[in-house]
């Protein structure tokens, strides 16, 4: 019989049919953290989550480290303190630490010769005269020698003193790179796919004395790391992910996503700001002593404070549990980036965040933020999902993608200043792990859905492919490739470009521009010079051919105006495209470094050649200029080929173009490729062949693809669903 007044059964739920005993012994199967989460649901939740036995077999049951006790055990339980491992296995690793908690492991750099050579003596011996640059706050790169570096940390007093960060030691001395290798537990660097010029940077030397360091942050890009000491000892605090540390204070830029963190120094936290914590709000904490290293997961908040002169290496990486998140930090938009780093702080003040006064929150600003986390998720029109219902921070991909700008565009957003790569490197990047590492294609899948919009595209490409009869694409043929400006698709003997760059105006333009180019050249494809009444439809049209006309036509019958078709920019679903035939063979990027002198000279006086022509080209349409005009304009300044007539020029000119080699000698050809308006070792297409008279040798100098393009199908806009 239920008692008037019991708060039980409102307060339990379901779990109201089970006796205390049982909810108890549910409890205890629990993480810690979980159960200082569960206290918050109810008033008897509270009750039966506070029990001192329930944190005393918590407490003991944790994995195993030095016990401290902080005068209960539940602040015992929850007192932060790294965990310390010694001879820990690669599954254990993956399992319980890899992006999800700080360790401290020892033993890992106990065959290295660094662990013998790096201290200040022994690296001055062969290092002196070298430079290497210095961590200031000033903006300018600045670098001293290390025997002046290690001068100064003789005799400096400097309050917050400058340390040697360097992430280029391995160009400056390269047999630095020998003497350490890349832990057993870190096996993976989806970057190394970059060549080291493109990738960002990831390895950093470490030399600073006492009361140096490095002040709160959050890595780059949302890439895990490992440090690794080799001399001195040093001081480590750590918060998990959105936890922002007293403080400190972080601005996200609502334009282009830039984060900028305002810090006091190391020192200077350690001072200021860690005594007026209470013991539940006190960081992970943790002494690196020499041999050690430390693993930091994707998305936490570390500072480091030198207790003595100290030498270190560390990396940062990629790999399969933190990609998702390197993927998600360079994609556009803002608010995502500040939950990242803020956590729920991020939704206040239109992203503009920064920390509260009191670290524990009063239930009047908690009742706040439940209403902006409920209003988030229903703007996002997402289903009732159980992080977005409750008021806990989750580190999930699948939480902090919700908060992700779905009107910005990858292709028409503005690019992060602290994103640790461009856009067009972003695109090279996934593209070399699709191709050079099938087995996780999946993977890179989701991450490029979240970075590039990958799924919209596709989508868009597939049903292009469908209307024009064109077989779907192959696996490898799905995800768009180069690091131009609009996805472009090559799909079996075609290429599929769509034009999105700069939203719907800009690419209709785009469109255009390269059709009235195909109308210069007087190789229009047959499907327009057949099939085309724009012109009489509309007279005035500056270019007659183009999508941009027939749209203005359309929307010009539906009574619409001008303004009204392009004032969705770049969120229009609709776009237009071309498709065009492919072009044979690798690109110059690929094949720069197998190719002989002599054939990259044939290169250069090829491409020298059909710059020329293009030079001369008039850039006016030939069908609104007469010939007269046209040779008019030569005289005036334009080089003419022949006698100077139009007929002469467009002969001479040979474009789109092949180059052959036959027989020793160079021959120019028409050929289809695709289109581009620059010359880059990107758009520069070689195609080997087996030459008959040496029996097997290939040479590298054959097929150009530049410029101009065969145009196949153009047909009609693609709307997305």
């Known amino acids: 019989m239920e008692v008037a007044g019991d708060r039980r059964p409102d307060a339990l739920g379901d779990f109201n049919v089970l006796s205390d005993e049982i909810v108890c012994s549910i409890l205890a199967l629990l993480s810690p953290r979980d159960v200082a989460r569960l206290a918050c649901a109810s008033s008897v939740m509270y009750i039966l989550c506070n029990e001192e036995p329930l944190w005393m077999n918590l407490c003991l049951n944790k994995e195993n480290r030095e016990l401290?006790?902080?005068?209960?055990?539940?602040?015992?339980?929850?007192?932060?303190?790294?965990?310390?491992?010694?001879?820990?296995?690669l599954e254990e690793f993956l399992q319980q630490y890899d992006a999800q908690k700080p360790v401290l492991v020892s033993g890992l750099a106990d065959t290295w010769l660094a662990k013998e050579t790096w201290t200040p003596e022994q690296l001055l011996i062969k290092y002196k005269d070298l430079p290497f640059r210095i961590s200031q706050r000033s903006a300018n790169k600045i670098a001293m020698k290390l025997e002046d570096y290690v001068s100064y940390m003789q005799e400096q007093h400097d309050e917050d003193p400058l340390y040697i960060f360097d992430d280029k030691f391995g160009e400056v001395a390269p047999d630095l790179l020998k003497d350490y290798s890349v832990p057993h537990l870190f096996p993976d660097d989806y970057f190394d796919v970059l060549d080291s010029d493109q990738r960002p940077p990831f390895r950093w030397l470490i030399i600073g004395p006492e009361r140096s360091g490095a002040s709160w942050h959050v890595d780059p890009a949302l890439t895990s790391a490992w440090n690794t000491l080799l001399c001195g000892r040093k001081r480590w605090a750590l918060y998990p992910p959105g936890r922002v540390p007293l403080g400190?204070?972080?601005?996200?830029?609502d334009e282009d996503g830039d984060v900028d963190i305002e810090t006091p120094s190391s020192l200077q936290w350690w001072l200021d700001f860690y005594?007026?914590?209470?013991?539940?709000?006190?960081?992970?904490?943790?002494?690196?002593l020499p041999g050690e290293t430390i693993y930091v997961p994707t998305g936490w908040w570390h500072c480091v404070l030198n207790l003595e002169t100290t030498i270190a290496v560390t990396q940062n990486y990629v790999n399969s549990k933190n990609f998702e998140f390197v993927c998600l930090d360079m994609a556009p938009g803002y608010q995502h980036k500040g939950v990242c780093r803020a956590g729920l702080l991020a939704l206040e003040e239109n992203g503009k965040i920064f920390m509260e006064d009191d670290l524990s929150s009063s239930e009047l600003t908690r009742k706040k933020k439940k209403v902006k986390i409920d209003e988030h998720m229903n703007d996002l029109?997402?289903?009732s999902n159980k992080n977005g219902s409750d008021l806990e921070f989750s580190y999930e991909i699948s939480f902090l993608k919700m908060f992700l700008d779905k009107s910005r565009d990858h292709y028409n957003s503005l690019w992060s200043t602290s994103n640790c790569i461009g856009q067009r490197e972003l695109r090279d990047w996934l593209w070399k792990l699709w191709i050079g590492?099938?087995?996780l294609r999946d993977l890179i899948w989701k991450g490029a859905c979240i970075a590039l919009n990958t799924n919209k595209w596709s989508k868009c490409m597939e049903e292009l492919c469908f209307f024009h009869n064109i077989s779907l694409p192959a696996d490898e043929e799905k995800f768009p490739v180069g690091t131009g400006s609009n996805p472009v698709y090559l799909v079996h003997d075609?290429?599929?470009k769509i034009f999105v760059e700069d939203g719907l105006q800009a690419s209709l333009h785009a469109l255009g521009t390269e059709l009235e180019f195909y109308s210069i050249m007087q190789r229009l494809p047959d499907v327009i010079t057949k099939h085309s009444t724009i012109d009489d439809i509309i007279p005035n049209s500056d270019y007659p051919f183009g999508i941009w006309s027939k749209k203005l036509f359309e929307y010009k019958k539906a009574g619409m105006s001008l303004?009204?078709?392009?004032?969705?920019?770049?969120?229009s679903n609709i776009w237009p495209y071309i498709v065009t035939k492919r072009c044979k063979g690798k690109i110059f990027a690929e094949l720069r470094d197998v190719l002989s002198l002599e054939e990259v000279s044939d290169l250069a006086s090829f491409l020298g050649k059909q710059l020329h022509d293009l030079h001369v080209l008039p850039v006016t349409p030939l069908n609104d200029m007469s010939s007269q005009h046209l040779e008019k304009k030569l005289e005036m300044g334009h080089e003419a080929h022949g006698n100077g007539t139009v007929d002469n020029l467009m002969k001479d000119i040979n474009l789109p173009a092949e180059l052959k080699k036959e027989n020793g000698k160079l021959e120019v050809h028409n050929c289809c490729s695709w289109v581009h308006t620059d010359i880059m070792d990107d758009n520069i297409h070689l195609e080997q062949v087996k030459e008959s008279s040496n029996?097997?040798?290939?040479?590298?100098?054959?097929?150009?693809?530049m410029i101009s393009a065969t145009c196949l199908l153009v047909r009609k806009l693609v709307t997305l669903q």
Do not use: F, M
């Not at 401290?68 to 310390?84: A, D, I, N, P, V």
């Not at 303004?563 to 969120?571: C, T």
């Open 68 to 89: 401290q006790y902080k005068g209960s055990w539940k602040r015992t339980t929850l007192h932060g303190k790294c965990g310390k491992k010694t001879d820990i296995s």
């Open 248 to 253: 400190v204070t972080v601005h996200v830029n």
């Open 275 to 288: 005594p007026l914590l209470a013991d539940e709000d006190k960081p992970i904490e943790c002494t690196q």
């Open 381 to 383: 029109n997402c289903e």
């Open 437 to 439: 590492k099938p087995g």
């Open 494 to 496: 075609n290429v599929v």
């Open 563 to 571: 303004e009204e078709l392009v004032s969705s920019g770049g969120q």
């Open 695 to 705: 029996g097997g040798r290939y040479h590298g100098v054959l097929a150009i693809s």
